[in-house]
Nanobody
Framework: QVQLVESGGGLVQAGGSLRLSCAASGITFGIKTMDWYRQDPAKQREWVATINWDGSTDYGNSVQGRFTISRDNAKTTVYLQMNSLKPEDKAVYYC??????????WGQGTQVTVSS
């Protein structure tokens, strides 16, 4: 059974930093991308960042230059280092895995709140 467990969310002041983690279990091969999305209740779900299987990365315009996605050597944990946080970064952050075939997977989400 595939499980994605996020951690690292919390409350931080504007300008501060947080590091999110997402540990994947039950999935050992066939991962195409590991991603982070976020959703604020008043907005649609937004793509934040992707790390591809070859290690290349992509970022949404709103986080480019402030957030960094990475993963561990085993390629089962993905991280999101978030710097220079802004109040508009407040959202529930979700980890996502897209496989080369078959279903994709989502974590349960971790809340990030940024106070001004």
């Amino acid at each position: 059974q595939v499980q994605l467990v996020e951690s690292g969310g919390g409350l931080v002041q504007a300008g501060g930093s947080l590091r999110l983690s997402c540990a994947a279990s039950g999935i050992t091969f066939g991962i195409k991308t590991m991603d982070w999305y976020r959703q604020d209740p008043a907005k649609q779900r937004e793509w934040v960042a992707t790390i591809n299987w070859d290690g290349s990365t992509d970022y949404g315009n709103s986080v480019q230059g402030r957030f960094t996605i990475s993963r561990d050597n085993a390629k089962t944990t993905v991280y999101l280092q978030m710097n220079s946080l802004k109040p508009e970064d407040k959202a529930v952050y979700y980890c996502h895995i897209q496989k080369n075939w078959g279903p994709d997977y989502w974590g349960q989400g971790t809340q990030v709140t940024v106070s001004s």
